[in-house]
């Protein structure tokens, strides 16, 4: 019943910048955390960075002062803004939300399918 898509994706060179979007829909209730992970070939996913309902924002080491997450509430949006792009930020690029459906009084967390971000050297 909920789905998270991500669009913004795709190749860019080193230095340049990127905007990725993921929009939550479906039978939701309510959304808690919302946020990016990756995972780069042969790498375990990490964070990128998280965003509060209320704002509150945490960051992967290799992200601070580079990347920006952002969010809008009335649209079940959250968004990753990315500067001074480096080759190693190649990786697949996930959402996930931590929310809880209609029929749930659990927080569950959902992911989206990822969205390849390539930057060339």
């Known amino acids: 019943q909920v789905r998270l898509v991500e669009s913004g994706g795709g190749l860019v060179q080193a230095g340049g910048s990127r905007r990725l979007s993921c929009v939550a829909s479906?039978?939701?209730?309510?959304?808690?955390?919302m946020g990016w992970h990756r995972q780069a070939p042969g790498k375990q996913r990490e964070l990128v960075a998280v965003?509060?309902?209320?704002?509150?924002?945490i960051y992967g080491d290799s992200m601070k002062g580079r990347f920006t997450i952002s969010r809008d509430n009335a649209k079940n949006t959250v968004y990753l803004q990315m500067n001074s792009l480096k080759s190693e930020d190649t990786a697949v690029y996930y959402c996930?939300?931590?929310?809880?459906?209609?029929?749930?009084?659990?927080?569950?967390?959902?992911w989206g399918q990822g969205i390849q971000v390539t930057v060339s050297s």
């Open positions: 479906g039978s939701i209730f309510s959304i808690n955390d």
């Open positions: 965003i509060s309902s209320v704002g509150t924002t």
């Open positions: 996930k939300a931590k929310l809880k459906i209609l029929q749930s009084r659990l927080w569950s967390d959902y």
